[in-house]
C-alpha cells in the first residue's frame, strides 16, 4: 500500500492541474529545475480531450525529465492572457522559468512524443549526467592510487550501460595500474564490438603492449649505462626507451625513441617510429608530450 502511494505521489508531482495562484511556483519557479510544458484547455474543447492524455502519455514515458501542469482556461485566465493564448488546446514549454517553445491545436501522438523529447532534452539526461559524474568520481580514484576502488566503481557504471567506453578504458587502467595484465587484456578483449574501435580503447590497447614490453626491459639505470657506453647499441636504447615509459619517464622515452629514429630508422623495420606511434595511442592525442613528439618525427621524415 505504501508503495503505491509512493507512485501515486510522484505521478501527481509530474502531472498536475494549476492555477493562476500556483502558477508562479508550478511552472516559473520549477521550470528552473526540470522543463515544464503548460497544456492550456477548456471541459468544453474537442481537440483538448485529444491531446491532453497524448501529452499526459509522453510526459510519463520522460521519466521525470519534464513536467506537465494542465490549466483550465475557463476558470484561469490571468496567465492565459499574458501569454495571447486565443485559442484552444494551446501549449507552452517553460525553461529556466521562461518560454521557450509552443504549438496550437491537436498534433499526432508521433509529434507530440517528438515535442516531449525535444523539451526533455533541455535540462540534459540525468542518467547520463550521474554516469558521467561516476566515471570522473572513478577517474580521480585512478589518480589518487586508489585503483582497486576505480575498477570497482568502472564495473558498477558497466552494470548500468555496458557499452560506455570511457568506464570500458577506464577498467582496463585500473587493472594495468594494479600490475595485472592479463586480467587486464581479458576484459579489453570481451569489450562490445560496438565499442572496440574506440579511440579509448585502442589507447588502453597501446597501454596494455608498452606495459608486456616493459615486463622485459630491464632496469633503467642498467639500459642508460649500455647506451652510453654505446650509443650505437640500437636494441640498448629501445630498451631503454621502454623502461622508461614503464617509469612514468614518458618524454624522456620518446626523447630516446627519437634518438634512434634519427641514428638509423630502418633499424629493426622501422622499430623506432612503430613505438612512437605506440606510445602516442597510449596517451591523450592533446597531451604537450604526444604533440611535441609527433612534430619532432614528422621534421625527420620529412627533413
Not at 492565459?80 to 488546446?89: C, F, N, R, T, Y
Request: some cysteine.
Amino acid at each position: 500500500m505504501l508503495e503505491l502511494d509512493a507512485t501515486a505521489g510522484a505521478a501527481a508531482d509530474l502531472i498536475k492541474d494549476g492555477t493562476d495562484a500556483s502558477f508562479a511556483a508550478d511552472v516559473i519557479e520549477a521550470s528552473k529545475e526540470v522543463p515544464v510544458i503548460v497544456d492550456f484547455w477548456a471541459p468544453w474543447c474537442g481537440p483538448c480531450k485529444t491531446l491532453g492524455p497524448a501529452i499526459e502519455a509522453a510526459v510519463t514515458k520522460a521519466k521525470g525529465r519534464v513536467k506537465l501542469v494542465k490549466i483550465d482556461v475557463d476558470a484561469n485566465q490571468a496567465y492565459a492572457g499574458q501569454l495571447q493564448v486565443q485559442s484552444i488546446p494551446t501549449v507552452y514549454a517553460f525553461f529556466n522559468g521562461q518560454p521557450v517553445d509552443g504549438f496550437q491545436g491537436a498534433l499526432p501522438p508521433s509529434e507530440i512524443d517528438a515535442f516531449v523529447d525535444k523539451i526533455a532534452a533541455l535540462a540534459g539526461d540525468p542518467e547520463a549526467e550521474g554516469l558521467s559524474a561516476a566515471i570522473e568520481a572513478a577517474d580521480q580514484m585512478l589518480e589518487e592510487g586508489a585503483a582497486a576502488d576505480a575498477a570497482e566503481t568502472f564495473a558498477a557504471i558497466l552494470q548500468e550501460e555496458p557499452n560506455n567506453a570511457p568506464a570500458y578504458a577506464g577498467l582496463v587502467r585500473s587493472y594495468l595500474a594494479l600490475d595485472d595484465v592479463d586480467q587486464a587484456e581479458a576484459i579489453l578483449n570481451g569489450a562490445p564490438a560496438e565499442i572496440s574501435t574506440d579511440p579509448l580503447l585502442e589507447a588502453v590497447h597501446a597501454q596494455i603492449t608498452l606495459a608486456r614490453e616493459a615486463a622485459n626491459a630491464g632496469p633503467v639505470t642498467e639500459l642508460q649505462d649500455a647506451v652510453e657506453a654505446d650509443p650505437d647499441n640500437h636494441q640498448a636504447r629501445f630498451d631503454l626507451a621502454t623502461a622508461l615509459h614503464a617509469s612514468g619517464q614518458a618524454e624522456e622515452a620518446v626523447n630516446q625513441l627519437l634518438e634512434l629514429f634519427r641514428r638509423d630508422r630502418e633499424w629493426n623495420d622501422g622499430a623506432a617510429k612503430t613505438q612512437l606511434f605506440t606510445i602516442f595511442d597510449a596517451h591523450d592525442a592533446k597531451d604537450p608530450i604526444v604533440l611535441n613528439g609527433r612534430r619532432k618525427l614528422s621534421s625527420m621524415i620529412f627533413a
